[in-house]
């Protein structure tokens, strides 16, 4: 799984212009399964996700994770994170899951962030999204539960 975390000061997401999700201050994540990903995969990304120390303490330092601060965490799919633009200009999508697997596997996530106790919004899998935000310092941060980055 991939994913690029933004902390961001609010976000939401909109499907045909209609309101689907929003939060406050916390993190936006955009969410890639790929083929080989399953439920190893999703609890270490859920895991490192929910503990990233990337919020701010009293002195001004990123040493605070969601749960400390009562952030809430915002559920983007994304399966273009998956792109391999490496060969010619169009890129190829044939490492991410196919969507029966990917939404799946996007739901459980979801899921196991609930268990943190969080308030965790989503957006609508497989639409097309209008996501807004505002990039809170900024911070954005890419995690693959491969370690490839």
């Not at 609010?10 to 209609?18: F, L, M, P, S, T």
């Not at 994540?29 to 919020?55: C, M, P, S, W």
């Not at 490492?95 to 919004?121: H, M, N, W």
């Amino acid at each position: 799984m991939r994913a690029v975390v933004q902390r961001v000061g609010q976000a939401e997401v909109r499907v045909g212009g209609r309101l689907v999700a929003a939060i406050s201050r916390g993190l936006l994540v955009y969410l890639g399964v790929g083929q080989d990903d399953d439920e190893t995969h999703l609890r270490y990304l859920a895991d490192k996700i929910i503990n990233l120390r990337i919020f701010e303490d009293e002195d001004g330092r990123m040493n605070r994770s969601l749960p400390e601060t009562g952030g809430e965490l915002l559920v983007v799919s994304q399966f273009t994170l998956w792109g391999d633009a490496r060969k010619g200009r169009r890129p190829s999508y044939s490492r991410a899951a196919d969507p029966q697997r990917a939404e799946s596997l996007y739901l459980q996530f979801i899921e196991e962030c609930k268990k943190a106790g969080l308030t965790v919004r989503s957006g609508k899998f497989g639409a097309m999204m209008d996501v807004s935000y505002t990039n809170y310092g900024p911070v954005t941060i890419l995690l693959d539960s491969q370690k490839l980055f």
